[in-house]
């Protein structure tokens, strides 16, 4: 067989990422992160960020993966959904480095599943993906990766970063630290919402940052800390507990018997947790996406973009973006 090496770029938010593959193993997976001294992500200081870092990650990769930019047959990048300015530096630096070789457009959700499927190993599964920006539950189905659930509003991990600024002085992912004191806390009711197949987590961001604000003025230091731990505790439980009723519902569904969780939020020992629990006892698997690569990344393009080139995708006719670009408007040919 001949291996190929396949180049992709991640550019559609916070993560400016180069990856590289030959179909077997991942080469390299460099990558530069902005972030925001001060609330959420900044568009243009994000694209700034992107333009300063661009070449140091690629030749951070090309020397990682001991090749050089001409040795690269195929290139991708992450067309969409996304922050327009962060996406135009991705067309942009993928239009200069890729000459006149095959350039390929990645949905980014569907990189997120690709990768997952490429590491832990999983055919079909139900998959769960949970990161800063996105909330959604999605399976295969003729041609397409279906969305069957998905957030009405605001993405789990946006809802998790929002709530732990609000209550603590963290700037960054809120994540690891509500984890952290959600141990030891115990039940206060939030709203639970599930519509359907779709999830709604504003509601809880709310209840719980009021419950703050109103509840922890007068009281003591030490029980501030418990009402604080009460809330993170309560704030997981009710999020994953709708996520993991919904996945249920979907692998039922479509009669699918294993789950991949990826994204951000599946560093979560909680989510998994839960899902570990009714994958079990439906006769299902779990299957998680290695952490150092459920985050944004280039691995995952380059991945993506090869299974797009061996299933007989044609290369993009015009380099171009879309942040709106819809999981399931994503032509998938390699999974049937
Ligand atoms: P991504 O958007 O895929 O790069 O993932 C970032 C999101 O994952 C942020 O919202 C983080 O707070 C979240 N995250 C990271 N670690 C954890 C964790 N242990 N539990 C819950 N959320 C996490
Ligand atoms: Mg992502």
Same mark, same amino acid.
Not at 23 to 34: H, N, P, Q, T, V
Not at 51 to 73: C, F, G, R, W, Y
């Given at each position: ?9 991640? $550019? ?10 030959? !179909? ?14 001060? =609330? ?5 200081? /994000?694209?700034?960020?992107?333009? %300063? ?11 990682? /993966? ?8 195929? &290139? ?9 300015? $962060?996406?135009?530096? =991705?067309?942009? &630096? ?14 980014? #959700?569907?990189?997120h599943i690709?990768?997952g499927r490429?590491l832990a190993k999983c055919n079909d599964p139900i998959v769960i993906y949970v990161?800063? =920006?996105?909330t959604q539950i999605i399976g295969y /189905? /003729?041609? +397409?990766y279906r969305?069957f659930g ?6 789990i991990? %946006?809802?998790? @970063?929002? &709530?732990? +600024?609000?209550?603590?002085? %963290? ?19 939030? #709203?639970?919402?599930v519509?359907?197949m779709?999830l709604? &987590? ?19 230091? +030490? ?8 809330? $993170? *505790?309560?704030?997981q439980e009710?999020c994953y507990s709708m996520l993991t009723e919904v996945t249920e519902r979907a692998l039922a569904h479509a009669g699918k018997t294993e789950v991949l969780v990826t994204g951000?939020v599946a560093a979560s020992k909680r989510l998994r947790e839960m899902l570990d629990i009714m994958c079990r006892e439906r006769g299902a698997k779990l299957f998680v996406c290695p952490v150092?690569?459920s ?9 993506? !973009? ?14 171009? *973006?879309?942040?709106?670009? +819809?999981? @399931? ?6 999974? @049937?």
């Amino acid at each position: 067989m001949i291996t190929m090496l396949s180049l992709g770029i991640e $550019c559609t938010a916070h993560t400016f990422g180069i990856g590289i593959t030959d !179909g077997e193993k991942i080469l390299a997976d460099a990558k530069d992160m902005y972030k925001p001294e001060k =609330g959420g992500i900044h568009p243009i200081e /994000a694209k700034i960020h992107h333009e %300063n870092v661009k070449e140091k990650v690629l030749e951070e990769a090309l020397n990682k /993966a001991k090749v050089h930019l001409n040795d690269i047959d195929i &290139f991708s990048y992450s067309a969409g959904p996304g922050l327009p300015p $962060c996406l135009k530096v =991705g067309v942009e &630096f993928v239009s200069k480095i890729s000459g006149k070789k095959p350039v390929f457009a990645v949905n980014h #959700p569907v990189a997120h599943i690709e990768i997952g499927r490429f590491l832990a190993k999983c055919n079909d599964p139900i998959v769960i993906y949970v990161s800063g =920006g996105n909330t959604q539950i999605i399976g295969y /189905a /003729a041609g +397409r990766y279906r969305v069957f659930g998905e957030t009405e509003d605001i993405a789990i991990g %946006n809802a998790i @970063d929002t &709530f732990m +600024r609000e209550v603590t002085d %963290n700037a960054g992912f809120g994540g690891p630290m509500m984890e952290k004191l959600a141990e030891g806390g115990n039940y206060i009711e939030l #709203p639970y919402v599930v519509k359907g197949m779709d999830l709604s &987590f504003s509601g809880i961001l709310t209840s719980a940052t009021q419950k703050w604000k109103k509840e922890s003025i007068e009281k003591s230091e +030490r029980d501030r800390s418990v009402l604080l731990s009460d809330l $993170c *505790f309560s704030f997981q439980e009710t999020c994953y507990s709708m996520l993991t009723e919904v996945t249920e519902r979907a692998l039922a569904h479509a009669g699918k018997t294993e789950v991949l969780v990826t994204g951000g939020v599946a560093a979560s020992k909680r989510l998994r947790e839960m899902l570990d629990i009714m994958c079990r006892e439906r006769g299902a698997k779990l299957f998680v996406c290695p952490v150092e690569y459920s985050g944004d990344n280039g691995a995952m393009i380059s991945i993506t !973009g090869l299974l797009m080139k061996n299933s007989g995708q044609k290369s993009a006719d015009k380099i171009d *973006f879309n942040p709106k670009w +819809r999981t @399931d408007e994503a032509e998938i040919t390699w999974m @049937d």
